[in-house]
């Protein structure tokens, strides 16, 4: 694994996680690192879903694969948000 192949997560999980952010209402009590975290998580389950059902790899801009993986960023900073809600006192 290359250190380009590490960067470009960071980043794609970096946009998928706001995109998560921005398309769930409400205000979400976890930071930034952690919207990156859940992101990553979300783009790679994505991806691996996408691959799964058969959705074909172009050479452009795979918009089912992002939908998937934005739909899934927003179930994840949904469930860490109400579990980090949940613990605080």
Request: charge should be positive.
């Amino acid at each position: 694994m290359s250190i380009e192949t590490i960067l470009g997560a960071i980043v794609i999980g970096a946009v998928v996680g706001a995109l998560g952010r921005l398309f769930l209402p409400g205000r979400q009590p976890i930071g930034w690192i952690l919207t990156v975290v859940v992101g990553i998580i979300a783009a790679l389950i994505g991806t691996a879903i996408a691959q799964a059902l058969g959705v074909a790899t172009t050479p452009g801009i795979d918009w089912i694969e992002i939908v998937m993986q934005v739909v899934l960023a927003v179930v994840g900073v949904g469930a860490v948000a109400a579990l980090r809600g949940r613990t605080r006192v």
